[in-house]
Each structure stands twice: as C-alpha cells, then as structure tokens.
C-alpha cells in the first residue's frame, strides 16, 4: 500500500498563512477524514492539537532555502523536496488553496511518469527570454525561455522524481539575476516533471483558491476571524464549521471592495496611461 501524503509549506511574517494552510487542511480533513497531512512551517505551535504533523523551519534553514534570501520562493521548492523524500505520493497545495469536496482520487494520478499541477500556463513570460544563450540546463535540456510554464500552486508528485526537483532546485539558483520574475521555480518543477517521457496533467479536483488580490484580501479577513471565533472549540467542531464556512465574496462584498476594482484593459484599449 503506497505511503500517500498530503503537504504544506507555510512560512513568513504574517502568520496568515500559516492559518490558511490550517483552514484548508481542516477542509481537507472534512471531506478525506483520516488524510495524513504534514506542514513544513516556521510556526508549528499553530497547528499544536490538530491531527497535522509539522516540520519545523528555522531561520536558518529558511536562509539556506531560499540562497540567502535571494529568493524566496527557494523555500518552497526544497520544502516540496523535503514533504516528498517522506512519502511514495505528495499532494502539495499552497496555503490559498482549499479542498471543496473529496481530493483523496487525487493519489490515483500520480505516478513515476505522471504528475499533477494546477494548470498549464503556455510561454513564459517574456524576461524568461533571457535564458536564451546562457547555458542553463535542466536534466540535459538547455533552456531557452521558450518551455511551457505550468502553475504550481499544486504538485502532485511520486517519490521516484524527488531527484528531478532537486535538478530543478538547483537551476533556479542558476537563474537568479538573469530572470526577473517570482515564477522561476514552478518553471523548472514544469520543465523537470515532463521530460524524458513524463507527463504533467492540469488537475480536476475540487479545489478553489483565493489567489488574485481581492480574492486575497478578503479571504485572509474571513479566515482570521475564522480562528478568531473558533480557536477554542474541539478538532471535531473547527472541522465542521470549517466546511460550512465561506471564504468566497458574494456580489456586496465585490462592491465593497470596489476601491481597489482595476480597469487596465480598458484603459490600455483607450489608450490611456495606466497607473502602476
């Protein structure tokens, strides 16, 4: 019977997102009851008495992940390494993601020659670009800024490719300096996991996420208070109601939010400047 995980990464000032990942690991909790869930986070007292395994973070080891803080989102992209060499299995989602009904199919997918992200972007962005004649391979593929990017905000990912992340991990230091974008490290996890023959599958599972700035804002509000009114109960009752509870805006809460409503494709189709 394979060894089937699920996995967080949570870390950071703000210790929001340290909530997030324990509201969707709640969710996920109520519609997989039994998942084995592990959280690689700098804040581990937050998840004390929930059925949740955490690996601690130190400052430290932040700085080694992320190249001395020269990139950030290196703590991800070991942090999956280091939930995957645990397990045969990892579905990893990022801490604004949420189950919204059974995820546990997920497992079924995932395989040595196949693996799961949230869904293929097409080309990168154009400062990839500069990855053209500069050498920079990736398990004998040299880059050229031209690969099919595919959004990680979820991986799910067999054992047997723990090595191809850690090719992938070590280009993106390569890449720090040459492009200038926050999304190099899901480049690479995508490049790695579908070469030689492996395929990546956009997944089909029901998952939200409040990803995009409103989205954001909103939810982070509504899952503080969450905690905030919840804390106290018992594992079984923040379960519950953490399944009953909405973290997606209703019409009055979008025009609430109407101040920091962005029009720019209108104004880049009139022509006007759009403030930055």
């Not at 972007?121 to 500069?134: A, D």
């Not at 991986?155 to 999304?183: C, F, K, P, W």
């Amino acid at each position: 019977m394979s060894d089937d995980h699920f996995g967080y990464v949570a870390f950071g000032q703000d210790e929001v997102y340290a909530l997030g990942a324990l509201f969707s690991a709640l969710r996920l909790l109520h519609h997989c009851p039994g998942a084995s869930i592990k959280v690689l986070t700098d804040r581990p007292h937050i998840f004390d008495g929930y059925p949740i395994e955490t690996m601690h973070l130190t400052p430290e080891r932040m700085a080694e992940m992320s190249f001395g803080g020269r990139y950030k989102f290196g703590i991800k992209a070991a942090g999956v390494i280091e939930l995957l060499n645990r397990c045969d299995r990892l579905f990893f989602m990022d801490t604004d993601v949420y189950p919204v009904g059974d995820i546990s199919k997920c497992f079924s997918q995932i395989s040595a020659s196949r693996s799961i992200m949230w869904r293929r972007e097409g080309r990168p962005k154009k400062s990839f670009l500069s990855l053209n004649g500069q050498g920079i391979a990736l398990d004998g593929h040299i880059l050229t800024g031209n690969e099919t990017m595919w959004a990680s905000a979820v991986l799910g990912v067999h054992r047997d490719n723990a090595s191809r992340l850690v090719h992938a991990y070590a280009t993106v230091e390569q890449m720090i300096g040459i492009v200038r974008a926050h999304t190099s490290e899901q480049f690479c996890v995508g490049v790695a996991l579908s070469s030689d023959g492996r395929t990546i599958s956009r997944h089909r599972l029901p998952l939200h996420n409040y990803s995009t700035k409103g989205k954001k804002l909103f939810a982070r509000q509504r899952i503080k208070s969450f905690f905030d009114a919840n804390s106290h109960l018992s594992v079984s009752q923040q379960i519950d109601n953490a399944s009953k509870y909405r973290v997606w805006r209703t019409p009055i809460d979008l025009w609430d939010q109407r101040h920091i409503w962005s029009f720019g494709w209108a104004d880049r189709l009139l022509g006007r400047k759009v403030r930055r």
